[in-house]
C-alpha cells in the first residue's frame, strides 16, 4: 500500500515494504535415500561404469556366438533378399560396437551379397554401428572421461577432433591404423557433432569398404583382376600410412 506523507509524495507502508524486502524462498532439493541413489546412479563414473560393462558384455557374446562363421557357413537360408540385407547391416552395426574388425565383416559382405549390395549393406552396417557407439560415449563416458585429458597429445587430439571434426574424423576413416571402434569413441568423448561425424564416416569408409566387399565377392577366384585390384586398394593405404607414421615418428618423440 502507498501512503501519503505530509509533501504530497506517496510511500510504501512498511509491511509492503518488507514483503518486496523477503527473498522467494527455494524449494531444497530432496535429500533422501532414494534421491541419493539417483545422484549416484547418475553420476558420471556410474554411467562409465555401465558402459564398459555393456562393451564387455558385447565383446563375450561376440565371443560366444562367434559371428565369424558366417563366412564359411553362409547366411541363415530362411533369410533372403532385401530382409537378408537389413538383418546383416543391423547385425554389422552391432557388431562394429562389439570390436568385431570390420574387414572381416566387410568381407562376409561381399561374400554373402556380392559386390554391389554387399557395399551397400556394409557402409549401411559402418554408419550404423558407429552412431550407436557415438551416441553410448557421448551420453555414458563423456562427462567423466574429459577431465582426464590432461596430457599434451590428448589435448591436441581432443581439440582437433572437436575443432576440425569433418576433416579430422574424414582422414581417420580414409587412412587404417586407428581402430574404427577407437575412433568412434575418440569422437564421441571430443565436443565433435553428430552430423560431421556421421557424414566423414560415411564418406571416409567407401573406398576401404568397397575395396574388401569386392575381395569376399570375388574370394573364390583370386586371380582375377578384380580380386587383384581390391587387394591393391587394400594393401596401398595402408602403406601410405605406414610411411606416413614412419615421417612423423620423429616429430613425435620430440615433443
Known amino acids: 500500500m502507498l501512503d501519503a506523507n505530509r509533501s504530497g509524495t506517496a510511500t510504501a507502508s512498511p ?13 531444497l532439493p530432496p535429500t533422501g535415500l532414494a534421491a541419493r541413489c539417483t545422484r549416484v546412479l547418475l553420476s558420471p563414473y556410474a554411467r562409465l561404469s555401465l558402459l564398459v560393462a555393456l562393451l564387455v558384455g558385447a565383446a563375450a557374446c561376440v565371443l560366444l556366438f562367434e559371428p565369424q562363421r558366417l ?18 547391416a543391423a547385425a554389422y552395426g552391432l557388431c562394429t560396437v562389439a570390436f568385431v574388425p570390420r574387414p572381416l565383416l566387410n568381407l562376409a559382405a561381399g561374400a554373402l551379397f556380392g559386390s554391389q549390395v554387399g557395399l551397400a549393406t556394409a557402409l549401411t552396417g559402418t554408419v550404423l554401428g558407429a552412431g550407436v557407439a557415438f551416441g553410448l560415449g557421448r551420453l ?11 596430457g599434451r597429445w590428448l589435448r591436441a587430439a581432443d581439440g582437433q577432433l572437436s575443432r576440425h571434426g569433418l576433416r579430422s ?5 580414409l587412412f587404417p591404423g586407428v581402430p574404427f571402434w577407437a575412433a568412434n569413441y575418440c569422437a ?9 561425424f ?7 569408409s567407401v573406398p576401404n569398404t568397397a575395396a574388401y ?3 569376399g565377392a570375388r574370394a573364390s577366384a583370386p586371380t582375377s583382376p578384380a580380386f587383384l585390384i581390391a587387394m591393391a586398394c587394400i594393401a596401398v593405404p595402408a602403406l601410405a600410412g605406414t610411411a606416413v607414421a614412419w615421417r612423423k615418428r620423429h616429430q613425435l618423440r620430440g615433443r
Open 213 to 215: 566387399a569386392v575381395a
Open 71 to 88: 563366412l564359411t557357413h553362409g547366411w541363415p537360408p530362411q533369410l533372403g533378399g532385401a530382409a537378408a540385407a537389413v538383418v546383416f
Open 188 to 196: 564421441a568423448v571430443s565436443r565433435m557433432g553428430w552430423l560431421p
Open 169 to 173: 574424423m574424414l582422414a581417420l576413416r
Open 15 to 27: 509491511r509492503a515494504a518488507a514483503q518486496e524486502l523477503v527473498a522467494p524462498v527455494l524449494p
Open 198 to 204: 556421421l557424414l566423414a564416416t560415411g564418406l571416409g
Open 140 to 150: 555414458l563416458g563423456q562427462d567423466a572421461l574429459r577431465p582426464l585429458l590432461r
